[in-house]
């Protein structure tokens, strides 16, 4: 357990502090009062209420439209279904840079609606609302489907047979049930949308700021640390608070109920109330999910191949290197991160599976999903600060951004190979400690080959998220090595047509990168009940 603390302390607890430090504290004195002083800004005001509004805005947005996909995709067989269920985890796995400028492309300047209906919503709140349903579709799909999916229909049945009509009996029956894995849903999605910044900083403009793109401009462009340490600090809470509500939610989850095969409770539609909810739910998916892919797909292809082959040569002002190098320093990064979040995550999972962990080493637990809601712009500038001077002096150092990737990895990893391990019969590892087998020799002839899977979608997931961190990165990548999201955002910002076709075509080599690492995933899935 010893090194995956270190690597957090140092990694993520230490540039965090350094950040707050710098802001807060003046000729070593800490000046509190800030805090108010910062609550007191009608304009900080105005962010943290839009930063609350729009995400259980999100939220709920995301569930109207999603719980009826969970239940076609839980309750409903067809042809085509497992296919269509990756189609919806796509944009899951996606940077959100990339959904943002999916979104851009459909409904920004020069836009599909634009040009059809002269109808643009760049810059206004329902961009930012679509793209988070988008994004956030499969988190409901896959959580609350999964479940749904292995209840015992039965129960319903019998309900219906006594009297209820088909309403009160999911109203009494089915709905509390699944209370507890709708609840965690909506958690996630609030998480991750009251942490939203790609998406906002895309489609918002200048008119819509969350915690964390207000954090980024107060650091960047108006070196306000002061401001930026009190931000951090008020969102560090936030999702603490949400991280605590969302561990209740998952204990409520694994009471007892009456679970079956997930593969024997799917049926063909029946009637025409089934057949009507199957085809609004493709319709929905077709809208929301494949549209703005393949607006994005044809955007970059609207000049012929001439926005893929500009990507070769350098312009002399976004880049110091051709855009295209972009790709390959994305998969180096990408590659280093996996290998890091796997080692780290890994020692983690087999620590918090030993039954003599104390409570603190369980506690550690629930701080390794801190790295996905604590403000990613505060840690990529933490590592600026804290990580510039012997014996940390990495602030030129290339492996300054595989390490600020790897600490989103981990918690992917952690949450997926911990259940396996925790299925290991521990008299497995006692019996080949009693044959002599050192713990290195009992972990590689007893778990390896039990996890090994479980390790590989581990590593999948940590490649996928590592490829489209973007927060952090912002701050670190030398311009000389560009990742793929800092990239896109580059030449998103700034202006011509070139540009912006060169931000579409990088963006649709990072969609079709991410696409066949989720195709692998799911071949490599073991639980097939559609639960992450």
Not at 35 to 42: C, E, G, H, K, R
Not at 71 to 81: E, M, S
Not at 133 to 155: E, H, I, K, M, S
Not at 433 to 446: I, Q, T
């Amino acid at each position: 357990m010893a090194g995956p603390v270190a690597f957090f302390a140092v990694f993520f607890a230490y540039p965090v502090v350094a950040i707050v430090e710098r802001g807060l504290e003046v000729d070593g004195v800490w000046q509190f009062g800030r805090i108010w002083d910062v609550l007191a800004q009608s304009d900080v005001r105005h962010v943290l209420w839009f930063t609350t509004w729009q995400a259980l805005a999100s939220t709920a947005l995301t569930l109207l439209i999603a719980l009826p996909g969970a239940y076609v995709f839980a309750r409903l067989d067809f042809p085509g279904k497992q296919l269509l269920r990756a189609v919806v985890t796509v944009p899951f796995v996606l940077p959100t840079v990339v959904v943002g400028t999916a979104f851009l492309a459909l409904v920004g300047r020069g836009g599909l609606l634009d040009e059809l209906w002269g109808v643009r919503l760049d810059t206004t709140v329902w961009a930012i609302l679509l793209a988070h349903v988008f994004f956030n579709y499969a988190v409901v799909v896959r959580t609350v489907g999964g479940l749904w999916a292995q209840l015992d229909p039965r129960q319903e049945e019998a309900a219906r047979m006594l009297g209820a009509s088909p309403l009160r009996a999911w109203r009494r029956v089915t709905l509390p049930a699944l209370g507890p894995a709708v609840a965690a849903a909506a958690l996630m999605v609030f998480l991750f949308t009251f942490t939203s910044f790609g998406v906002v900083q895309i489609l918002g403009g200048p008119t819509f700021s969350t915690l964390e793109v207000e954090i980024y401009r107060q650091t960047s462009q108006l070196f306000d640390l002061s401001t930026a340490a009190v931000l951090t600090l008020i969102q560090f809470a936030a999702v603490c608070a949400i991280l605590a509500v969302h561990a209740w939610t998952v204990r409520r989850r694994e009471t007892a109920l009456r679970l079956v095969d997930a593969s024997r409770t799917a049926r063909r539609p029946r009637g025409t109330g089934q057949w009507a909810l199957l085809a609004g739910v493709l319709v929905t998916i077709a809208l929301l999910v494949v549209l703005p892919l393949a607006v994005l797909v044809q955007r970059s292809f609207g000049g012929g191949l001439g926005y893929y082959r500009a990507l070769t040569r350098e312009d002399g002002g976004t880049f110091l290197v051709p855009p295209i190098e972009a790709v390959g320093n994305s998969l180096q990064y990408a590659l280093a991160a996996t290998a890091v979040a796997v080692v780290v995550g890994g020692l983690a999972a087999a620590a918090l599976t030993r039954r003599d962990a104390g409570r603190l080493v369980r506690g550690f637990d629930a701080l390794l999903m801190l790295p996905l809601g604590v403000s990613a712009v505060t840690v990529g500038f933490g590592f600026l600060i804290a990580l510039d001077e012997p014996p940390l002096d990495l602030r030129s150092s290339w492996i300054l951004v595989p390490l600020a990737q790897a600490l989103v990895g981990v918690p992917f990893v952690v949450r997926t190979m911990l259940p396996v391990l925790r299925a290991v019969d521990v008299r497995l590892r006692e019996a080949a400690a009693v044959l002599g087998a050192s713990p290195w020799r009992v972990w590689r002839e007893v778990d390896l080959p039990m996890v090994r899977r479980a390790l590989l979608i581990a590593a999948g997931f940590a490649f996928a998220v590592s490829l489209g961190e973007f927060g952090a990165t912002v701050f670190i990548a030398r311009p000389d090595n560009p990742t793929l999201p800092v990239a896109v955002a580059r030449l998103l910002g700034r202006p011509g047509d070139m540009n912006y076709g060169q931000a579409m075509a990088l963006s649709t080599i990072l969609m079709v990168v991410c696409a066949v690492a989720l195709v692998v995933l799911e071949r490599l899935r073991t639980d097939r009940s559609g639960e992450f």
